[in-house]
């Protein structure tokens, strides 16, 4: 077992007793001039620090969350100029919508757990204006605050607050120093994982070489729906309508980010089952230097959230007593997983099937994948590979269910797919005839 210092974001609804929604209002806007301002200052050239205290100032808030919002502005201004090699845009003026305040605790706002389990709150909205409630929100958030305000291990850090599906929330930061996380050595399961533009894929291996269980998590509906975010994007550049444009860009985040959170937790819920599982990524840092593929799949793979999934499943595999540990990915797509044969090339590979042009070996190639993370993995550990010959003949296939075309946020789950890959394209089943198709039907794979 290892420490490690773990932060989560917990989200509450706002039940106000005193004060109102409007002061949360002009606070936020008036976090939307001091964001704003700040971006301004930028454009003309100021220095930073300058910017800071010119800002801190004459705004209408205390000192420290002024601070706390022009930091999270510049902190936008910096990754624009760290990506805007890639296309990305110069941060855009909030018009219509709020900006969040962000607060530290103690200072912009301040918890109170109570004897009875709740936990009241008094928000600083703007200079000597304060809000005062009751939190709401889910037993596990409550128990995970609580524990934060009371142990010493534990810290409660900054908060926001947001106003989103016409309702006032705060997202809340905790932090708990020393949260121990099982030691990537002592695993007993290794998963692979090979991210992709529409699933996510992990492969369950033992130490013996035995592959335990694979699956893909496919989310079809996050690479529809960031094409048409882009369509929107381009027409408005066209119409010169770019004041709308960083409305548009934020309903891509959003609805990206909210997709993300839902597989990472589908990922995690799925390795937990294992004995001492250690979850291993490929190491994209390098991706974007190697990939050029023409202006448009280069715009697509340059802007795919690989980073964010991978750090989404890694932190909440970390709250689980979960490690996590990533490797050399090259080749991973194109190299045979028999171990008496390891042949590699791009042919190998054509879309979701994996064939060796030399030993005839087929599969889900994206299964395959993640079970040659696997094989990097223990090479890289103890320089040997546990021998492997086949695969289990079926693939586990599970695709978001989402109400209206396309997907969308209030997505109902996954549907669960036979994925025999040499059957041709799986077809939805229920969760029973699945499960009896598992056990009658014998692999159709060639071994």
């Known amino acids: 077992m290892q420490s490690s210092k773990l932060t ?28 704003n301002e700040t971006n301004r200052l930028d454009r003309q050239g100021w220095e930073w620090g300058d910017v800071k205290s010119t800002v801190v100032d004459n705004a209408d808030h205390v000192n420290n969350t002024t601070q706390l919002i022009v930091d999270k502005a510049l902190g936008e201004i910096e990754t624009y100029h760290d990506n805007k090699d890639d296309g990305w845009g110069r941060p855009y003026p909030y018009i219509d919508e ?78 708990h120093e020393n949260h121990r996380v099982a030691s990537k050595h ?4 290794v998963v692979g994982v090979d991210v992709n533009e529409d699933c996510i894929a992990l492969a369950a291996m033992g130490r013996d070489g035995n592959v335990k269980d694979s699956v893909v998590f496919e989310y079809p509906s996050i690479k529809e729906q960031r094409h048409e975010f882009f369509t929107k994007r381009k027409r408005m550049q066209k119409a010169n309508q770019t004041a709308f444009e960083s409305v548009i860009q934020t309903e891509e985040q959003d609805y990206v980010h909210d997709c993300l959170h839902k597989v990472s937790r589908n990922v995690v819920e799925w390795v937990s089952q294992f004995s001492s599982p250690v979850i291993v990524f490929e ?7 190697s990939i050029d593929y023409g202006t448009r799949m280069n715009r697509r793979l340059h802007s795919l959230p690989f980073a964010a999934l991978q750090d989404m499943v890694s932190s909440k595999a970390a709250w689980e007593g979960i490690p996590s540990d990533d490797v050399n990915p090259e080749y991973t797509s194109q190299r045979c997983p028999r171990t008496e044969c390891q042949h590699t090339e791009r042919a190998n590979r054509h879309k979701k099937r994996f064939k060796c042009q030399q030993c005839e070996f087929q599969d889900h190639a994206d299964r395959k994948a993640a079970v040659c993370v696997v094989q990097e993995w223990f090479d890289e550990q103890y320089g040997n590979v546990p021998s492997l010959d086949r695969l289990p003949g079926r693939v586990w296939v599970m695709r978001r269910a989402a109400s209206g075309a396309g997907g969308g946020p209030d997505s109902h789950g996954y549907d669960l797919y036979s994925g025999v890959t040499s059957a041709g394209e799986a077809q939805p089943v229920s969760e029973q005839g699945a499960r009896e198709e598992f056990k009658s039907v014998a692999s159709a794979l060639p071994e």
């Not at 709150?121 to 709401?136: D, E, P, S, W, Y």
């Not at 002592?186 to 399961?189: H, L, Q």
Request: charge should be negative.
């Open 8 to 35: 989560q974001t917990l989200s509450f609804g706002l039940d106000i007793e005193t004060g109102s929604g409007d002061d949360l209002q002009t606070g936020c806007l008036e976090a939307r001039r001091i964001r």
């Open 98 to 175: 709020p900006y969040p305040m962000v607060m530290n605790h103690g200072e912009g706002y301040r918890l109170f757990p109570e004897e009875d389990g709740t936990v009241r709150f008094r928000i600083t909205a703007t200079r000597g204006t304060h809000v005062k409630g009751q939190l709401c929100g889910s037993p596990d958030h409550f128990d995970r605050l609580q524990t934060a305000c009371t142990d010493a291990e534990w810290r409660v850090g900054t908060a926001e607050v947001v106003h989103k599906h016409d309702e006032w929330r705060l997202h809340v930061t905790v932090t």
């Open 186 to 189: 002592d695993a007993d399961t």
């Open 283 to 289: 190491d994209l840092k390098d991706m974007r230097e």
